[in-house]
């Protein structure tokens, strides 16, 4: 069984930056797309950014330009660098993986659905 755990989270003003992290154990990491979802309080959980393994990602209109999502298939990790953070980010971040086989990741992976493991999830607060 598959294992994703997640750090980094924490409390900022608007404008700063945090970077989270997510270790994935006990899976093939090349034969999964990785993804950042986040969840706030009251709303669903929805897809921030998407990577494949050869490093193509796709990203929520909310966040381009200011998340970059990265991936090391050697070390099995994923992050998420997140800059001029605004108080709409804050939510509860989950790292999911999805087994596709080759690595690949669709447009629809940005959508939740479609993910074998999921992260227990890391606090990230914004206030303005």
């Known amino acids: 069984q598959g294992q994703l755990v997640e750090s980094g989270g924490g409390s900022v003003q608007a404008g700063e930056s945090l970077r989270l992290s997510c270790a994935a154990s006990r899976v093939t990491y090349g034969r999964y797309c990785m993804a950042w979802f986040r969840q706030a309080p009251g709303k669903e959980r929805e897809g921030v950014a998407t990577?494949?393994?050869?490093?193509?990602?796709n990203y929520a209109d909310s966040v381009k330009g200011r998340f970059t999502v990265s991936r090391d298939n050697v070390k099995n990790t994923l992050d998420l660098q997140m800059n001029n953070l605004k108080p709409e980010d804050t939510a509860m971040y989950y790292c999911a993986a999805a087994f596709t086989g080759d690595g690949n990741c669709f447009t629809g992976h940005l959508s939740n659905s479609g993910y074998d493991y999921w992260g227990q999830g890391t606090q990230v607060t914004v206030s303005s």
């Open positions: 990577i494949s393994v050869g490093g193509s990602t």
